[in-house]
């Protein structure tokens, strides 16, 4: 088994650009979060996708949009870069239909905006 | 509005030694509560987790935490510590309502064990 798979596991950007993070869930698992954890602080929840549907949004920007695929992966989408945006962005993925069930992290996409 | 606090930003302690971080939290509704541990340029790694049923929960690596209802804290203990376990430590909660397991994080205690 895999786990929570990441990709690129660096990105380097630059202001106003647009940038695609992609994260694979272990599997069996088919709801994916995202999260985004900038220097010294923890994680904030961006979204969470299940049936290829956004289920619920934190505080962040129309810019952060998300996407599920049919076969469960996700992708994370970030228009017009601000410096601030630079943070290393988590995946995160769990089976649904319990009312909790663990949530397993990838390493993560470090991204640097300039 | 719901928030997690970690008391200590850094935690030095020297190889052997008991340590304790601090973790309280705020929410008006029934929350889980979590550990997890974040070695340097990976992921995040679940230690323990309480849910329900007794208050002191015990997790991988040693580490064993209690749940303070009337105190509304999560402090997570480990008798002696390993230069190994030096680390970034994240409590979170998890709000029981809406049902979608979304985790709310503290700010990160990193632990540094010195030999």
């Known amino acids: 088994d895999a786990g929570v798979t990441q990709s690129p596991t660096h990105l380097i950007k630059t202001r106003g650009q647009q940038v695609t993070l992609r994260c694979s869930p272990k599997?069996?698992?088919?709801?994916v979060s995202w999260y985004q954890q900038a220097l010294g602080q923890g994680p904030q929840f961006i979204f969470q996708?299940?049936?290829?549907?956004?289920?619920q949004r934190g505080n962040f920007p129309d810019r952060f949009s998300g996407h599920q695929f049919p076969n469960y992966s996700s992708e994370l989408n970030v228009n017009a870069l601000l410096l601030g945006d630079s943070a290393l962005y988590l995946c995160?993925?769990?089976?649904?239909?319990?009312?909790?069930?663990?949530?397993?992290f990838g390493p993560g996409t470090r991204l640097t905006v300039l | 509005a719901q928030s997690v606090t970690q008391l200590d930003s850094q935690v030095p302690v020297f190889e052997e030694a008991p340590v304790e971080l601090r973790c309280n939290y705020s929410?008006?509704?029934?929350?889980?509560l979590f550990w997890y541990v974040q070695y340097p340029n990976q992921g995040l790694q679940l230690l323990l987790k309480?849910?329900?049923?007794?208050?002191l929960v015990k997790g991988i690596n040693g580490f064993e935490a209690e749940f303070n209802k009337s105190q509304t804290s999560f402090h997570l203990r480990k008798p002696s510590v390993h230069i190994s376990d030096t680390a970034e430590y994240f409590c979170?909660?998890?709000?029981?309502?809406?049902?979608?397991?979304?985790?709310?994080f503290g700010a990160g205690t990193r632990l540094a064990v010195h030999p």
């Open positions: 996708y299940y049936e290829e549907e956004e289920r």
């Open positions: 929410s008006s509704v029934s929350v889980y």
């Open positions: 599997s069996g698992h088919d709801t």
């Open positions: 979170a909660v998890i709000l029981l309502s809406g049902g979608y397991n979304k985790l709310i």
């Open positions: 309480y849910l329900s049923g007794s208050t």
């Open positions: 995160a993925s769990r089976r649904s239909g319990e009312e909790y069930n663990e949530q397993f």
